[in-house]
């Protein structure tokens, strides 16, 4: 039954090769981070970006992108970002406590994207005097809340914004990778060279355990000499920190991250095929918003699938729903489902 | 050679059954810990400390520590420590983040152990007034810094002033099992039944990978409303909190635990055995504190041995050694350093 | 030409009766708040809110809000307010300072005034569940950014709400007696009796010089225990706390206050009878609004009066002004204005 | 009576030329600190230190020191100062609140100064690594709270270590003027020649009523950037801004200050010959400290004396107590209680 399952990729086994790495890393080493695996994490995301990468591995992704935006943004500062994105709604506040108080200034935006003109017109209406709270950095979503991904000219295109502005610009890459494997770009074209400075590279969603990497691009290098401090301030520097660091490499060294990526998007896109007209917005990633009465989600559930109710249902009974394909998905593990909802 | 380091416990591998159970975890369950494995964590620590438990798993002893401080004082108070404290001397000023800047206020005391007198003299030279930080919390460490312990009547004196001066008792327990194991009491001897409200229980330097636990007691569960809040809020609750309630319950459901810090107990008192006159410290626990000149430490490093010097050689070239053991080390394994050192 | 500046009721004189009071308080006396006219403030402000307050004087409006606010809301939570709010826009993010990183949750509103079913609806968006935050309070401004005052009925409203659904309410004030000036009702009325639980009660507006109060009723007595630490913590306890109370003192105990209010309110009234058509906001304290060109606004100026622009002009040149007016405009003084106005 | 108070200087009356120069600034003016006695701010005080200088007024001590703090020191690390320093002792952990967590890192010292090899102790203690805090910052008082003033060459010695170590250096100088008069230095001498980057300049205790300065001298102008912003953050920006300044103003435009600073010394001094060996510390300031059993301190209080007994009477009824003069006390004023002491 594991199969039917949709209702997060964060509830998905963690992938074979990543348990491996783990076991091979089981030999007592150095503590923290000074092991032979966390040494090479370095190297081998900066030979994924192609670019010197600083990089400090977490245990999720509220971490690394608090951590992140706390090395950008001062406490009296505040962050740009979607007024959808996930440090906003689903992080329980975490930026603010991980930034002594700096605010989230929530833009607008189709899919949960971010377009510049929005960063602008916000930007326009802060008066530049002490009694309004003044912008550091911008955060973005690749994939975006509802699986929508930023082309590398998109991203670009606020990386100007920002750095004529002033700001440094963050990613959230929880699903980074289903980003990248949607747009078929180079890493490095989607982050540093379309003016990311630091970005959150996620791996629970994408078939790891509880490691995700902060990477600091080298416009930010400054933020390394202060991320060590805080992520061991918030509790994120682990003892036995070459367990995350194998994780991280096992995504990265042998692409891993592509091949679990391709994957969830595609068991994604079957399912997208069968919804059709239901979708809410185009499937670039693993998940798929759908239109569902509450009959046909019950319809759903009665017969064995699982997912999340996207908001309430109406008064009508009109409603949406969730579906997040993982790794774990193959085309014909998800063919059930996208018959179901086919013949709804 | 593993088995003739002595850096740190932090250092150990994971222990066989704490792999079988985090690979026993592996099926599609639900995300964050509404998975059955974290739905057992409060059975399980409510069954070894014989009363009722809230349980909250989190990577790291930091978090731990952190998280128990900031539930039971406000940031405009005090937690009372000894100047030693891991809290104070090794968590990068984490507990002042967590707490939004309450103050920790340091006592002196043997072998890094408080006294109940050191905590009344300390509360008596605050003035009552609003210029002084008031104190809302106590912190002590089992087994202590210099691996002491403290026996149940010397908690429950403790606990005694706490209560007796409107305070709250928490214990970081990183190395709770080895002072259990010394002691030879009943868990809830030494915690709850001698007043502590909270204790942070050590899991990752007795053979655990990344997982501590927060274990609440029945006097503070006023707290078990406000924990997962900062706990999501600090970016600890993992999304696949299932691999870390296995951790902790492959620990207490078969005794693993004490059968670990006994073993690793048993080696620090081989080691203790040979050091003689040299002992700093009674050896109560895993960790062994032993005088050493510069030439008889290098003397150790050139036959193999790797261990952390403890503080800084003075001119005549005399100082101290600090040797960790852990759940890995056998009688037999420390044998051939406790020949070296009594060789010296 | 004082009596031509309507930029802020901020950059009014001192009423003479403040310094009187202020002189009179210059004798030697016990530091921070043990004075004779510091303990005299309590007493006061239960005589004119019929009903027992604690009091605690802070120079300046963002501290009595940000205090209050701290006082109400744990770090881990949330205030809602109105998008516009003082605290939201123009207090620089001290809320988040002051709450630890508390988060605000902007409510839409016309003429800057919440209504009963704004909050309900934000409270009916945010899940129930710990990646959430969940709210603590409601803050509303009387008279409103826009110079409108809530009835007590309309008060009474937001405070069954909050109360209905766990919150507490916080009343910024700090146009609180040009409200009450023009409602005619008891302070008590559109208070406590509404359910306001803290409010800060504003001054400097009004003929003071550098002192607010903050005022809890008895519904929040708790905060008593807490808000002088606060203070203290926050440097807004001041060691000569008699000149500050002096000055809340002579507002309240004469009803100069209201005397005050009268005046600026009636002098508004004044000018709002000129603008007619233009006005953007029903007049109801010392603020008004109204629409003027670019070209209107520049001709005003070259006729000697001062006053903000609201907002920016569009591309036609069309916008908006503010006129503040204080307790030191009479009718008369505001009849030049007027008559520029009605002539524009 | 009142000349018979020598409880603290924070009782003493606001000096008329005070009260003149606020009665002065009474006109309609810009808000905040737009006015023209604000503008004038940085120009007097640039003249009084033969230094550009940037100032920033507020209304308490706590606030300038804190503020200043947080501008030179960032959340995760720490601050050293003294023991029985003001910010350690007297304000209720305001530093921990301001700079968001950071740590004082406290040293001894006779007469709760501080020496350049106490700070070097400290530093060398600190492991450079990620696990403990690192200084950022040194804090000293000027006069120290037992009222001994730092020499030039002291305060150079401290800030040659400070610089060497990468360290800013604050001086909390409530009672600067007090330090300077009895030095017979230059301002520039004891502050920014000798190494000192910002300054706590104090007028409450002076003479002033609710006015402190926080001078910015050139070293560490960048604070001058992002102390407006937390200033505002923190309230302590008054809308009546002129009010503060021209307190401030008063004190240095007609050496007011050192006038009102050597008559406290001066009457202190004279109480400090009558106590002769009952001294506790050298009176170099308006704070003279004296054993006193507590039938004697009893005895003076009967006479109409009142003043604060300094920490508790021991078992034998000896113990301590505190007399503070102010610049309203000529020689002639303390004439009766030196013929007091000098009789017991």
């Not at 949709?6 to 790495?21: G, I, K, L, R, T």
């Not at 917005?281 to 998940?287: I, L, M, S, Y």
Request: glycine content about 8%; proline content about 3%; some cysteine.
């Amino acid at each position: 039954m594991d199969k039917a399952r949709f209702f997060s990729d964060n509830a998905a086994p963690v992938h074979p090769a990543v348990w491996d790495a783990m076991r091979a890393a089981d030999a007592v080493d150095t503590a923290y981070d000074g092991d032979r695996w966390s040494q090479r994490l370095n190297g081998a995301f900066s030979d994924l970006f192609e670019v010197p990468c600083q990089v400090f591995a977490v245990a999720t992704g509220t971490a690394a992108n608090c951590l992140s935006l706390a090395a950008l943004c001062p406490p009296h500062r505040a962050v740009l970002c979607h007024e959808e994105a996930h440090i906003e709604m689903d992080e329980a506040g975490a930026p603010g406590f991980y930034m002594g108080g700096a605010k989230l200034m929530l833009l607008p935006g189709a899919g949960a994207k971010i377009a510049p003109d929005a960063i602008t017109a916000r930007l326009d209406s802060i008066r530049n005097d002490v009694h309004q709270v003044q912008a550091s950095a911008v955060s973005i979503t690749q994939a975006s809340e509802y699986g929508l991904a930023y082309m590398s000219e998109e991203v670009a295109a606020i990386g100007d914004v920002a750095r004529a502005r002033g700001l440094t610009l963050h990613m959230d890459g929880a699903r980074f990778a289903n980003a990248v494997a949607h747009l078929g770009c180079s890493p490095a074209d989607v982050t540093w060279r379309a003016g990311v400075d630091v970005l959150s590279f996620g791996c629970v969603k994408n078939g790891g355990m509880n490691a995700e990497a902060i990477v600091v691009f080298e416009s930010a290098k400054a933020t390394s000499d202060v991320l060590p401090y805080l992520r061991k301030r918030a509790g994120h520097l682990q003892s036995k920190g070459r367990y995350l660091a194998a994780q991280l490499l096992a995504m990265v060294e042998d692409d891993l991250w592509l091949t679990n990526a391709r994957a969830a998007n595609s068991a994604a896109a079957v399912i997208a095929a069968a919804a059709d007209e239901r979708l809410l917005h185009p499937v670039q990633a693993n998940e798929v918003f759908m239109r569902l009465t509450r009959d046909e989600a019950a319809a759903l559930r009665t017969a064995g699938f699982d997912f999340y109710d996207w908001g309430v249902f109406d008064t009508c009974g009109n409603g949406a729903a969730r579906f997040v394909t993982s790794w774990q998905h193959g085309d014909a593990d998800v063919a059930p489902l996208a018959a179901a909802i086919a013949a709804l």
